[in-house]
């Protein structure tokens, strides 16, 4: 059908469709507060989770989008997180932003960087969108993550502290640090400040050595002086943010943000351009290959082992979204039919599994059968990924931040 197919009015209206009806299906998720509420299956929120930074974060980064897309109520709504954020979730005593609040308003532990770098990334897209106290939001953000979990030696970033930031736990992780790229990137956009730009280029080069020395599948999980931990979770490897193995949804998610750097960076030769996108397509393609349709259904397994069998079955909204926007960016930069077929059979197992086409939005994890499964990503927390992939695979401008190609 014409509506999968990269690059035709039917596909370009069913995005735009999917785009407006994610919008809508996250309407109700402020607390009085701001603090986003979990969203359940039908977008009525889960009042007794917790409400969490990055939940929160991303909520922001998504309604700022909104603003400028036009979506009735995006205002308010943006304006309801960037309240969360400046409020009841930032720790007035401490510094930063606390993991989430219980529902009786008590902080959750820890001091998390991945909730800072979608913190970052929120101020920036709220920046854009000239959200009033997203410039303050974004001062703040960079203030704290430069002081506690930015390493100018090394060119990474530590994962978590206590509340207090004054012990650092000795586990290091990618996942963090890709959307410490993603969220430097957009810092860099909005800012105009080269600096974000080179240190996520910094967190780039060691990760794809990283990558290189295993084949293309990134380990995940180090020590505390950065020696991978190939067994971290054996006991438990359907982790949501730490899960066991290689994880192909962050192969392909690396693919798609080492085009938006190499792209971007103004330094680089066009022969080095060339050498990192074909980087990005290995990583794309050995994740594909390792987890794409890989044990006789369609859909990509959340993990694999290290030698590409996949260990967890379950198929994750967010792999697919990933999948669905790096597909794009590579044909836009490679002009290889390859990826625009790979874009149309995601498109199709999108439709066909994935989009809830009864309450909206999209399910989070269907088993090995694309059967609904909430084991690890019960109702519909947010709708970040899924949002996403209905904008990226239409940005020309693939070295520039999303939200940052929606301002007028």
Known sequence: MKKYILNTSENIQFLKECCGTLLSFGHNFPSPGGGSYYLGDDGTPW????RETWITSRMLHVYSMGCMLGHE????????ALEGLIGELNDKENGGWYAGLTSDNKPLPTKQCYAHAFVILAASSAMLARRPGAKELLDEAIRIYDKYFWDEKLGLSVDTWNTEFTELDDYRGINA????????????????????????????????GW?????????????????????????K???????????????????R????????????????RQAYIQVAEKLYNR????????????????????????????????????????SAVLFRVTGNEKYAKDYEAFMEYLDTYV????????????????????TVWPGKSDIYHALQATLIPYNEQVGVSIAKTLTK
């Open 211 to 235: 990558a290189r020395d295993n084949d293309y599948r990134i380990p995940e999980h180090f020590t505390s002086d950065w020696k991978p931990n190939l067994e971290c979770n054996s006991d």
């Open 73 to 80: 109520g995006s205002e308010d709504l943006a304006d309801a």
């Open 237 to 255: 490897k359907d982790d949501p943010f730490k899960p066991y193995g290689a994880t192909p949804g962050h192969g392909i998610e690396w693919a």
């Open 257 to 272: 943000l080492i085009v938006q750097w190499a792209t971007s960076t103004n330094s680089l030769t066009d022969e080095k």
């Open 287 to 326: 994740a594909i290959e390792d987890a794409w349709n890989a044990d006789g259904a369609p859909g990509i397994c959340y993990t694999t082992g290290w030698d590409g069998a996949p260990i967890v079955h379950d198929r994750m909204h967010w792999t697919l979204a990933e999948a669905i926007n790096s």
């Open 177 to 208: 640090n890709m959307h410490t790229v993603e969220a430097f990137l957009a810092a860099a956009d909005v800012l105009e400040d080269e600096k974000y730009r080179v240190r996520a280029g910094r967190i780039t080069d060691t990760v794809i």
């Open 47 to 50: 009042k007794e989770r917790p």
């Open 355 to 374: 989009i809830d086409h009864v309450n909206g939005s999209w399910f989070h994890q269907l088993d090995r059968n694309n059967k609904l499964l909430t």
